[in-house]
């Protein structure tokens, strides 16, 4: 059964560090969304992603957040300087279907991010 | 808000016990339901999806859930759980005509061999 994949599992940076945070969504899809969790508190939607455009996005998701497709295969999310409060585990999805609310998410491992 | 409410956060059950967790969301239009189960180490995996139809709707391993629209209820039930259902359970909401999932907090379910 296909996958979304996420890369890498775990990262420690700096404050103040960019990261980026690759994903591989399930190769038929066209919709691409990221997640974070913050430990202890609930997944929270960032963005969705749709035909090189960013489709939705939670207003968590500011100026700091960036997502691209930079190939046919991997859907990233690039966080610019990174604050101690962006640690958490983000998650990767993604879904067929044609358009909002069309068909089903299916998540990625997650990476969790640590700000030191 | 839009909000999703698990109101059982640790669960513990006996082999052979029956399950609920509830699920309840406040948004006044359509919706599309799910529940999810992330294992020990494992990702989220989907457990049963709601978009239309049948307000009883049937996933995996013998769960299944039921929609009341009156209650803006989604509870998630099985008659007879397992050692390996031990797992957490996440109940998420989609707005139709939008593309995130509200998620709630999760519950935790132990199951005693």
């Known amino acids: 059964e296909p996958e979304v994949t996420q890369t890498p599992s775990h990262q420690v940076t700096q404050m103040g560090q960019e990261v980026i945070l690759r994903c591989v969504p399930i190769s038929n899809h066209l919709y691409f969304y990221w997640y974070r969790q913050i430990l202890g508190q609930k997944v929270e939607f960032l963005v969705s992603f749709y035909n090189n455009e960013i489709s939705e996005k939670s207003e968590i998701f500011d100026d700091q957040f960036s997502v691209e497709r930079p190939d046919g295969s991997n859907f990233t999310l690039k966080i610019r300087s990174t604050k101690l409060e962006d640690s958490a585990m983000y998650f990767c999805?993604?879904?067929?279907?044609?358009?909002?609310?069309?068909?089903?998410?299916?998540f990625g491992p997650g990476t969790r991010l640590t700000v030191l | 808000a839009q909000s999703v409410s698990q109101h059982n956060h640790h669960v513990i059950l006996s082999e052979a016990a029956s399950l609920e967790l509830g699920c309840n969301y406040s948004y006044g239009g359509t919706v599309n339901l799910f529940w999810y189960v992330q294992y020990p180490g494992q990702h989220l995996q989907l457990l049963l999806k709601?978009?239309?139809?049948?307000?009883l709707v049937k996933g995996i391993k013998g769960f299944e859930a039921e929609f009341i629209k009156s209650k803006f209820s989604f509870n998630l039930r099985k008659p007879s759980v397992q050692w390996s259902d031990t797992a957490e359970y996440f109940c998420a909401v989609n707005p139709s005509g939008t593309y995130k999932y509200i998620f709630g907090t999760g519950t935790r379910l132990k199951v005693l061999a």
């Open positions: 999805a993604s879904s067929g279907g044609a358009g909002p609310s069309t068909d089903t998410q299916y």
């Open positions: 709601y978009f239309s139809g049948d307000p």
